[in-house]
């Protein structure tokens, strides 16, 4: 298949730290969008205990442990201060360097262009024209830092594999994203976004790999994932899609990738997002 000359690699590279561990009890939030563990891999039989993405400091009890609805995160103790109260743009940047440096933590979304990335952090802090959204592929050419809460940053990266775009823009934006993913010390987490509407291309496989490779803190967020129609998702369902992507990459993973299904018609995993934000967050400001 498309990965079969790379070689395993973990997934968390600054999780590797992990080796306290608590009983895992609900957490404190007012978004309510799991359930048990046990009744998620009854509904879901492929979603088994070696499929589950377990958060630092969490130890699996099947009695109270919770899965985030349309993903495969158990929810932790972290899992506090979830809720978007404010959203600001606060600065656009071609060089890592230029990034704010307050030392705020921070999420970045990438994906294939006209994945719908500016549509999902529209839906993420519930408003419609926070980022800038386009009919036409590769509008967003620089860093673009979003504030949140005042104490904590989403970040949108230019989209890869736009055709259009001339040969010397698309290597300017990947030496300058890739840049920002090897030496941004504040980032948390990247949240690569696949098309879920489509089966799996080879440039979100090579890209998903390039990150593991690099040892880069990954969630995978699967868009689309309201799209039913057959003729254009190459006669899959999204939930087929997502399933699929998830086999050509986990024989190349140490432990497994998060992942959330999203739609920014539905909202369908927003709250999700913010709960695994938050408890990723949480977990880095404390360490």
């Not at 926070?130 to 809460?149: D, E, M, V, W, Y």
């Not at 709250?271 to 934000?277: G, K």
């Amino acid at each position: 298949m498309v990965l079969l000359h790379l070689p395993r690699f973990p997934l968390y590279f600054n999780l590797r730290a992990y080796s306290k561990t608590t009983l895992l009890r609900p957490p404190k939030s007012v978004l309510t969008t799991s359930e048990p563990a046990a009744a998620a891999a009854a509904a879901d039989p492929s979603l088994s205990l070696e499929k589950l993405f377990v958060p630092p400091e969490t130890t699996v009890c099947v009695d109270t442990a919770r899965v985030l609805n349309g993903s495969n995160i158990l929810l932790s103790n972290y899992a506090n201060d979830a809720i978007v109260s404010q959203a600001e743009f606060v600065k656009s940047s071609v060089r890592t360097e230029d990034c704010p440096s307050d030392g705020l933590p921070e999420f970045a979304l990438v994906g294939r262009s006209n994945v719908g990335k500016s549509s999902l952090l529209n839906s993420i802090v519930r408003r419609k024209k926070l980022a800038l959204t386009s009919k036409k592929p590769g509008k967003t050419q620089c860093i673009n830092h979003f504030r949140i809460n005042d104490s904590w940053y989403l970040v949108d990266l230019p989209g890869y594999g736009y055709a259009s775009a001339p040969q010397e823009l698309r290597m300017d934006w990947e030496q300058f994203t890739k840049d920002y993913f090897l030496n941004r010390s504040t980032l948390v987490s990247v949240f690569l976004l696949i098309d879920a509407s489509i089966p799996a291309k080879k440039i979100d496989l090579d890209y998903a790999s390039w990150l593991g490779q690099n040892q880069i803190p990954m969630t995978l967020i699967f868009t689309k994932c309201d799209k039913r129609k057959k003729k254009k998702n190459g006669g899959k369902r999204p939930e087929e899609n997502v399933n699929d992507f998830q086999d050509l990459i986990r024989g190349f993973f140490q432990s497994v990738p998060p992942w959330i299904m999203t739609s920014s018609v539905t909202h369908q995993g927003r709250d999700e997002i913010l709960l695994h934000m938050a408890q990723l967050r949480n977990y880095w400001l404390k360490h």
